[in-house]
């Protein structure tokens, strides 16, 4: 007895076969349905499915501020991305500063102790699926700032309040 199956996908296509391979175009939920047929008996199978759309890491990727970070002093790093579906979790953010330190949310603050070049990474995840993001960050010595050798000029001329007089030893 010949047994054919037909495949309708729920996106308006459809297959034929024991197996049959889709792919999607658009995240969403679907119904997928087996029709199962020996010519004298016909039974159908449905499951739910739902395809899940990658997050998105918005261009440039990380961003720093400022753009190269002294040793002891803080530095902003942000990320935007997004979520076609929003399925199945609002998108988080994880970081690895490349020191040691770690980090969550999508705009962090971090202090590096020490100078170098640091790969940033960070990963954002819908729960599902998880894309990355990273950077090269340097951080140097803060600038030191000297006194020695300023001269003070006054922006405007002295003036005397009161009187004095002056009087000649001579």
Do not use: C
């Not at 297959?15 to 679907?30: C, F, L, V």
């Not at 803080?74 to 399925?87: N, S, Y």
Request: no cysteine; proline share 6%; net charge negative.
């Amino acid at each position: 007895v010949a047994v054919s199956v037909a495949w309708d996908f729920g996106d308006g296509t459809s297959g034929s076969g024991a197996t049959a391979t889709h792919a999607y175009a658009a995240s969403g939920p679907y119904v997928v349905k087996a029709t199962v047929s020996d010519g004298a008996m016909t039974d159908q199978s449905m499951v739910n499915i739902v395809i899940n759309a990658k997050p998105v890491i918005v261009a440039p990727g990380i961003v720093a501020a400022p753009t190269r970070g002294d040793a002891g002093n803080p530095v902003t790093l942000a990320v935007v991305a997004t979520d076609a579906d929003g399925f199945p979790n609002p998108l988080t953010a994880v970081w690895d500063f490349g020191d040691g330190g770690i980090g969550g949310g999508f705009a962090v603050s971090h202090t590096y102790a020490t100078t170098g070049t640091y790969l940033v990474k960070v990963a954002v995840t819908d729960g599902v699926d998880t894309v990355e993001a990273t950077l090269l960050f340097s951080v140097g010595q803060p600038p030191v700032i000297s006194t020695a050798g300023i001269v003070v000029t006054p922006t405007t001329t002295p003036k005397i309040v009161g009187s004095a007089q002056v009087r000649s030893t001579a």
